[in-house]
């Protein structure tokens, strides 16, 4: 059983004297940023000059260059895509970083497959939200937080442990539970996450219920349009997964829990396909794969994209995203 830290376990004012450096203000810096800035903790906010750099000087933060802001920090807030972040770490947070500081992660794929390369003598820890950034920051805001794995993968100063909850709880992470966990675990299973087919699954739906006579409309909304799956996340989280189908109809919850068993579990191929992804993690044959695509262009990526945006999916998608507002309905950072 894996250890989950709550809002007892850390204590903010560790943090009291350090200067914290987000290093990237896009979709998780943005939210860190201001969570940790709403718990009195001093942030600097290091990024290329682009958009990003204006905006976090629009929302009010001391904003620099990634080398200058890493010169300023002591503690240091890995926020970039993790396919720029070893380059960007080598070239302009390195240099900067003194003996016990500490770097953080907010997600393990850079170790997992040994593209970082940091020095012994710092701190290393994970910080990795189960939530993305907007979430990350509503949490914050409604009170609820959001979980994460988190793990000291290096103590350098033997504290490492201690900043990592401080951190956690400065940004709202122990309101949920904060679970102990490692770079490899938090690899597989949200690599994982990402390559069962959640996309793809809706599409095939999609294309089903096309198939069998249904119009467009009646199959986006069935699936999607209608905010229905929102509201089902949501009984998800508040009832469990197997326990919300009490509030279907029973028609439904036969059908959930009994004739969709028998293509979940009696279809061995589709276990098969998913083993197979799982092996490929960990092996380490989507890692190599991933980077000879940033190295050559992204050539596959570019025409799977070109031929996924071709889909009459994605049209339907489009007409009903202007026709029902569904736009409004998106998160924004505040
Ligand atoms: P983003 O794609 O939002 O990028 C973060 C920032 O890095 C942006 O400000 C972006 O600028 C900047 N950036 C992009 N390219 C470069 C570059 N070549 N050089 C320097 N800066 C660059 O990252 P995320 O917030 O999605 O991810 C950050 C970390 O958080 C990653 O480790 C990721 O795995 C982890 N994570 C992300 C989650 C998510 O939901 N997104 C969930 C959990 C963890 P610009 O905006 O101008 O492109």
């Not at 909850?165 to 690599?191: H, I, P, Y």
């Not at 570019?302 to 489009?318: D, Q, S, T």
Request: with cysteine; hydrophobic share 40%.
């Amino acid at each position: 059983m894996a250890h989950i830290y709550f809002d007892d376990d850390g204590d903010v004012a560790v943090l009291d004297g350090k200067a914290v450096a987000v290093h990237g203000y896009g979709n998780q810096g943005q939210a860190w940023a201001h969570n940790l800035r709403d718990s009195q903790v001093r942030v600097v906010v290091g990024n290329i000059r682009d958009a990003s750099f204006d905006q976090a000087e629009k929302d009010g933060f001391e904003t620099f260059g990634i080398a200058d802001a890493a010169s300023r920090a002591d503690i240091h807030l890995l926020l970039v895509p993790d396919e720029v972040m070893p380059r960007i770490f080598t070239s302009d947070i390195r240099p900067h970083l003194k003996p016990n500081q500490t770097v953080v992660i907010a997600s393990g794929y850079n170790v997992t497959y040994g593209f970082l390369e940091y020095p012994p003598d710092i701190d290393l820890v994970m910080i990795a939200p189960r939530m993305i950034g907007t979430g990350v920051r509503r949490g914050y805001l409604d009170g609820r937080g959001f979980p994460s794995l988190v793990a000291a993968h290096q103590d350098a100063s033997g504290q490492a442990i201690r900043i990592m909850l401080a951190l956690c709880k400065a940004v709202g992470s122990l309101k949920q539970g904060a679970v102990e966990s490692n770079c490899d675990e938090e690899t597989l299973c949200d690599l994982f996450n990402e390559h069962f087919g959640y996309v793809y699954s809706l599409r095939r739906a999609y294309e089903i219920l096309i198939e069998a006579g249904a119009s467009p409309e009646a199959a986006m909304l069935e699936f999607w349009a209608s905010g229905e799956e929102m509201e089902l996340a949501r009984v998800h989280m508040t009832h469990g997964i197997f326990h919300q189908l009490e509030l279907h109809s029973q028609t439904s919850q036969y059908g959930q829990e009994i004739t969709s068993r028998l293509t979940a579990d009696e279809e061995d191929s589709e276990k098969q396909r998913l083993r197979r992804l799982v092996a490929r993690i960990k092996d380490g044959t989507f890692a190599r794969e991933w980077a000879i695509e940033q190295l050559t262009g992204y050539p596959v990526w570019k025409r799977v994209r070109a031929e996924n945006m071709a889909h009459p999916m994605i049209a339907e998608e489009e007409r009903l995203l202007k026709q029902l507002r569904l736009l409004e309905r998106d998160a924004h950072l505040d």
